[in-house]
Nanobody, 124 residues
Framework: QVQLVESGGGLVQPGESLTLSCAAS????????VSWYRQAPGKEREEVAT??????????RYADDVKGRFTITRDNDRNIAWLQMSNLQSEDTARYYC???????????????WGQGTQVTVAS
């Protein structure tokens, strides 16, 4: 069955780094766009970083407030994606979710998978 399992969250101090992992199974991971989203208490879920699938040109995009601090990478052979976060600030405190999205060519059906999330807390 389809699974996305995030790990790597925790409590860190401002200025420190953390790397989140997303292990995927049950679907053709390499063909999916992978994104990291986050949701802080009382706020809407927001896209943090996205990387295209294997056949889509390898593009990335980042939210403005994480550019230069966060990096999304993936290993399609191991079905894993990462979010490397550096210079973390209190505003980065949130639950971080891994998302995999694709559109079936034959049917145009959207395939949209989510993990359960991992908590990142930045506090001194």
């Amino acid at each position: 069955q389809v699974q996305l399992v995030e790990s790597g969250g925790g409590l860190v101090q401002p200025g420190e780094s953390l790397t989140l992992s997303c292990a995927a199974s049950g679907f053709a991971f390499d063909s999916f766009r992978v994104s990291w989203y986050r949701q802080a208490p009382g706020k809407e879920r927001e896209e943090v970083a996205t990387q295209s699938g294997r056949h889509s040109g390898g593009w990335h995009r980042y939210a403005d407030d994480v550019k230069g601090r966060f990096t999304i990478t993936r290993d399609n052979d191991r079905n894993i994606a990462w979010l490397q976060m550096s210079n973390l600030q209190s505003e980065d405190t949130a639950r971080y979710y891994c998302n995999a999205w694709a559109r079936e060519i034959a049917t145009s059906k959207e395939l949209d998978y989510w993990g359960q999330g991992t908590q990142v807390t930045v506090a001194s």
